[in-house]
């Protein structure tokens, strides 16, 4: 494979980088400790992620996020070219995915997923909930390992369901940890992610260490379920600690 993407792209692959600089300050900074050729191509997942992850915050009506969902859906399938080519993150997924030989299926399945979240979402005890996290953050950890491993499909789907458990129970935690009728809910949150995150930390020396980038936004849940109701981590401890563990990650999980 080529070592640099087609200069037509680089402004779809811009567009997504800005995003994750504005949006999702964490997988951005994470990315820059993976080599130079892959930060784009994350960028264009962690994108597609952002945008799919916020129809659901931004519809009134499930309908209206249907639509939206739906066009994704068919660009996935292959269709809506023109529509496709127009709009930055669609473009460049659809290259990485090529380029990586991803299976759009997978994509497809994060849609899916999505689309039921405009119903609202499953909780902890439900067995859908791993289901979920799997279909949605495990497919972006799973794309994101392909293009780190230069196109080879991940082998570690333990690894990825560990890891995918862990970011789903932590993101739902920070959303609960401030709402005191949630306290029971937050605390089961909070040993759901830590016992996954124990998993994970255990399995991922065994993943080869060129996908270690994908798995680093991990090694900032240990610190936010510690922090729990004080707020959200400032941002110079986050860059810290993922500079401290890109160092080595296993241990700093």
Known sequence: MNDTLDDT???AFSYCTQ???EEDRDRFLAA???PAAARPVLHALYGFDLETARV???VREPLAGEVRLQWWHDVMAGGRSDEAAANPVARALCATLTRYAIA???MQGLIERRRAQLYGQP???EPDYERGNAETHGAILAAAMQCLDDGRAPGDRDLIAAAANAVGAAHDFSAVSLAPADEAHAAEL???AE???DRARALLRGAPPPVWPAFLPLALIRPTLLRGTAGVLPAWRRQWILWRAARDLPARL
Request: overall charge positive; cysteine-free; hydrophobic content about 60%.
């Open 19 to 21: 995003m994750l600089r």
């Open 32 to 34: 820059l400790f993976a």
């Open 195 to 197: 016992r996954n995150l």
């Open 123 to 125: 909780v902890l005890h």
């Open 104 to 106: 759009p299926a997978l």
């Open 9 to 11: 792209l680089d402004d």
């Open 190 to 192: 909070k040993v759901f």
């Open 56 to 58: 659901a915050r931004r």
